[in-house]
């Protein structure tokens, strides 16, 4: 059974503070890894995937991965108020025969709330 | 360009009644993702098809479930007879060819058995 855990929440942090969101995996063979946002009553949205280890930024946005640890990790910088929603981790199955990234097991979701 | 596109978006039905919701992916895609979200089991893939192939069903939950692709544009997932334990959101969604393509969910349909 693939697993994969995000922490808890929920996480409240202050406007323009750095946002934490963790996530784990049970995979080894997994290879690359997404990091989804959802609005309340929305469809995920994709934020960012990362595949080698190291870091990744996009502008606000950054994802760590370090395979050995089978931890990923995505930090929101100058945390706005419209970031607040759920942040979802998926791992992509590595025996899902190349037919493209989507056949993904999700983590629970983490509810992130930034305050004014 | 349209996204994926659901339909019914929502829909209550009474238990033991036929459901059926529809999509339509992306024009030019050629995978298919059926997903369910619930409070308790969060966001799990149903059955993905790949030209139009069901290649993965595995997380079909029971018979009750049925899902067919009969041609590039157009899927539907079934259930009959519908209880309220599958009371959910059903996500479509769909990625182009190739590896390294992401997938792009529908709205959602949100179903309610009661």
């Known amino acids: 059974q693939k697993e994969v855990e995000q922490n808890s929440g929920p996480l409240s942090v202050p406007e323009g503070a750095i946002a934490s969101l963790n996530c784990t995996y049970s995979d080894r063979g997994s290879q690359s890894f997404f990091w989804y946002r959802q609005y309340s009553g929305k469809s995920p949205e994709l934020i960012m995937f990362?595949?080698?280890?190291g870091d990744k930024e996009d502008g606000r946005f950054t994802a760590q991965l370090n395979k050995a640890s089978q931890y990923v990790s995505l930090l929101i910088r100058d945390s706005q108020p419209s970031d607040s929603a759920t942040y979802l981790c998926?791992?992509?199955?590595?025996?899902?025969?190349?037919?493209?990234?989507?056949?993904?097991?999700f983590g629970q979701g983490t509810i992130l709330t930034v305050h004014p | 360009d349209a996204g994926v596109i659901q339909s019914p978006r929502h829909e209550v039905t009474e238990m033991g009644q036929e459901v059926t919701l529809r999509c339509k992916p992306i024009s030019g895609h050629n995978s298919l993702f059926w997903y369910r979200q619930t409070m308790m089991r969060g966001l799990e893939l149903l059955i993905y098809?790949?030209?139009?192939?069901?290649?993965?069903d595995s997380g079909m939950p029971e018979d009750r479930f049925s899902a067919k692709m009969p041609n590039a544009s157009f899927s539907t997932l079934k259930i009959q007879p519908s209880e309220p334990r599958d009371s959910a959101v059903y996500f479509c969604a769909s990625s182009p060819p190739g590896i390294g393509n992401t997938i792009y969910f529908g709205e959602g349909s949100w179903l309610t058995v009661v």
């Open positions: 098809f790949n030209n139009n192939v069901p290649i993965d």
């Open positions: 990362i595949y080698s280890n």
């Open positions: 998926a791992v992509n199955d590595p025996n899902a025969g190349g037919t493209s990234y989507g056949k993904l097991t």
